[in-house]
């Protein structure tokens, strides 16, 4: 059974730091091309950072330059380190795994306040 599990949401304040995590369980996690998305309240989900098998990223414009995607193939997780972050940056963190069929976690709170 594939299971991703989000962690690492918290409530901050505007300029802060988290960090989120996505364990993996139950998939060949190196195959999989891995993003994180999010969805704030009354928006649609949005993608907000990917990574590709080989390790090529992409970022929503929005959060170039102050978020780091990065996966660990032996620890089968994947990261998201959020730096500076804005009250725009509330919202469900939730991870995905795609490789021939998508895998969705449950999401995490990210809450940003000033």
């Known amino acids: 059974q594939v299971k991703l599990v989000e962690s690492g949401g918290d409530s901050v304040q505007v300029g802060g730091s988290l960090k989120l995590s996505c364990a993996a369980s139950g998939l060949m996690f190196y195959r999989y091309e891995l993003a994180w998305y999010r969805q704030a309240p009354g928006k649609e989900r949005e993608l907000v950072s990917s990574m590709s098998v080989g390790g090529t990223t992409t970022y929503a414009d929005s959060v170039k330059g102050r978020f780091t995607i990065s996966r660990d193939n032996t620890k089968n997780t994947l990261s998201l380190q959020m730096n500076n972050l804005e009250i725009e940056d509330t919202a469900v963190y939730y991870c995905?795994?795609?490789?021939?069929?998508?895998?969705w976690g449950q999401g995490t709170q990210v809450t940003v306040s000033s």
């Open positions: 995905r795994a795609t490789w021939i069929r998508e895998y």
